[in-house]
């Protein structure tokens, strides 16, 4: 932004001008007093109001002064701070030249996409997790099932084994066994059993035929026995009857006396029945004998039928002890063969026991191969999941990366607006107060200016009271004394008298509602000194405002006591028309320094 010095400095010499004209009116104007004018007590006590006026005036302007020196300060703070504020907008503006809002939302709307390509790559990352989860535990599942199938296979191959030593130790048993000479021995047995049994039962026969022979003859040697007996029996009865008579013919031959009697008769009778049963017993004794030898000759058969039955007892008792020892023999064979068929039978058991269990293998062995497929299938998923989560991995990575740089674009996008956004905030902050300063560095300057031209006036007055009494008696009637010399220019007014003003040139630019820049450049304020009633320039610092805001400052007032017609004895009355020219310009500078020549400056 640049400044356009041409209408500056047109401004600052119409100010110049017009506080010239202001200095040379106020101060320099000649004060006639008119000779019909007589001082009175009246004018004694206008000269002590004049004077206490003088007084107030200057204490007046001493208070504007302060005023104006505290405004002008707060003005170049102000001015500084609004300098500052705008330098860090301009830097702000300069930093954040891509920080627009369409930038901004543009940048937005490319996160919120990205973020939406983020959050889709993350929930495919998740699914992908997920899935290798569950790909982990299929192949852990399967790895227990082969794990199981494996141990199965193996605890089967031990029974397997076992069985197959079962068969391999059933066989050799079988082998050592001899099923030949044990078939052999058995056929052997059962044939000699058979050739025994019928040996024994021929013998058994002859046996029974010689033992029905030994009965026989036993028989009939026991009838003949009997007989016998009975032929000795009746043998020794008719023995016993015999002896009897015997002994009765004994008997009877002693008890005979020779006579025949009874007795002779008795024994006669004796002696025959003697004889009959001599006879008789004779004739048992031969069927005795008979009868004994027949019994001899049935005892020597039985007993040769003994004998035969004994020899066939014999016989068959060998053939007996043959069969049993056949028997045995065969039941020996038979209980080889029924060992030999049951370690057969063992072995077809072991056999059917191992082709089953070998089955069973193949079955387990089969099972353990699908688990190994399994698990191989398994682990070629996880493998796939595994390289998906990497890539998806990968391009979430990466899509997460292009939001974080979206994000941070967008973040410093979004600080550097924040940051314009409170620089600008400051810098109307600061302008505002600028303009504030401004304003009542203005309003301290209009005071300032009317109470030293209240002054002036207050001054001129007091001088012109005074001068009237000092040459009341010198005035001829009719004429006039010019009593004081003034000379003055733009920039200084000397008033002698009792007292002296000096002031410096004064240059002040006032901002209206555009921006513009403004200079403070040598501004003085002027102090006044009771002692001795000379006003003293007070020097304002030097403020420098760069694109500022600032409110209109209102048109300054001018001193209308300066203006009346305050002063009849000096005839002031009558030279107002270069006072009101002074105030003319005054006000037309002020107004045209303040809106006719300002600019409006663009960058």
Do not use: C, W
Not at 15 to 33: C, K, Q, R
Not at 89 to 101: K, M, N, Q
Not at 309 to 329: E, G, H, I, R
Not at 447 to 470: K, T
């Amino acid at each position: 932004m640049e400044k356009n010095n041409k209408y500056l400095s047109v401004k600052s010499a119409m100010l110049l001008a017009s506080f010239g004209i202001f200095g040379y009116t106020a101060a320099n104007a000649n004060h006639t007093v008119h000779a019909d004018v007589v001082p009175t007590a009246a004018q004694s006590s206008s000269a002590a109001a004049a004077s206490s006026n003088v007084d107030s005036a200057q204490a007046a302007v001493s208070s504007a002064a302060d005023t104006l020196s505290t405004a002008s300060a707060a003005y170049s703070t102000a001015s500084a701070a609004a300098s500052s504020a705008n330098d860090a907008l301009a830097a702000a503006s300069s930093a954040g030249v891509e920080a627009t809002p369409e930038h901004i939302q543009q940048v937005q709307s490319e996160v919120n996409s990205q973020s939406d390509v983020t959050s889709s790559a993350n929930d495919r990352v998740a699914a992908d997790r997920t899935n290798v989860t569950n790909q982990e535990s299929a192949v852990n599942s399967a790895q227990a099932a082969k794990t199981t199938a494996d141990n199965a296979v193996t605890a089967q191959q031990t029974v397997v084994d076992q069985a197959q030593s079962a068969v391999t130790s059933d066989s050799n048993s079988i082998d050592a066994m001899n099923p030949t000479l044990i078939a052999k021995n058995l056929t052997d047995a059962q044939n000699n059993l058979s050739a025994d049994t019928a040996a024994e039962s021929a013998a058994s026969d002859a046996v029974t035929s010689a033992s029905a022979a030994a009965a026989s003859d036993a028989a009939v040697y026991s009838a003949a026995q009997a007989t016998e007996d009975s032929a000795s029996d009746t043998m020794n009865s008719l023995i016993a009857i015999e002896n009897t008579a015997k002994a009765a013919y004994s008997d009877a031959l002693a008890a005979e006396t020779g006579a025949f009697d009874e007795t002779m008769i008795a024994a006669i009778n004796a002696q025959a029945a003697a004889a009959t049963a001599t006879k008789n017993a004779v004739d048992a004794a031969t069927v005795f004998m008979n009868a004994q030898i027949a019994a001899n000759s049935a005892l020597a058969t039985s007993q040769s039928s003994q004998a035969a039955l004994t020899a066939a007892q014999d016989t068959l008792a060998t053939a007996q002890q043959k069969v049993q020892d056949d028997q045995v023999a065969l039941l020996e064979a038979e209980q080889s063969m029924a060992v030999l068929l049951a370690a057969e039978q063992q072995l077809a058991d072991d056999q059917a026991t191992l082709t089953s269990e070998q089955a069973t293998l193949t079955d387990l062995q089969t099972t353990a191969a699908d688990r190994a497929t399994d698990l191989a299938n398994a682990q070629t998923a996880l493998d796939e999941a595994e390289n998906q989560l990497v890539s998806d991995g990968n391009t979430a990575a990466t899509d997460q990366q292009e939001l974080t740089t979206l994000q941070r674009q967008l973040a410093t996008l979004t600080q550097l607006a924040q940051n314009l956004a409170d620089a600008q905030t400051a810098a109307d902050a600061a302008n505002a107060a600028l303009d504030q300063a401004t304003s009542a560095y203005a309003s301290a300057q209009a005071a300032y200016d009317e109470a030293l031209q209240n002054y002036h006036v207050a001054v001129a007055i007091d001088d012109a009271i005074q001068q009237q009494e000092n040459n009341n008696g010198n005035t001829d009637n009719g004429g006039t004394t010019d009593n004081n010399a003034s000379t003055g220019d733009d920039s200084n007014s000397d008033t002698n008298g009792n007292g002296s003003t000096d002031s410096n040139n004064t240059t002040g630019v006032t901002t209206g509602n555009d921006e513009s820049t403004g200079t403070s450049q040598g501004s003085s304020v002027t102090q006044v000194t009771n002692s001795n009633n000379i006003v003293k320039p007070a020097k304002v610092e030097q403020a420098v405002a760069t694109k500022v805001t600032a409110t209109p400052v209102k048109k300054m007032t001018t001193n209308k006591k300066a203006s009346s017609n305050a002063l009849p004895q000096t005839g002031d009355a009558n030279n107002n028309e270069v006072a009101a020219l002074g105030l003319g310009m005054l006000t037309l500078t002020t107004l045209l320094g303040m809106f006719g020549l300002r600019k409006k400056y663009t960058n």
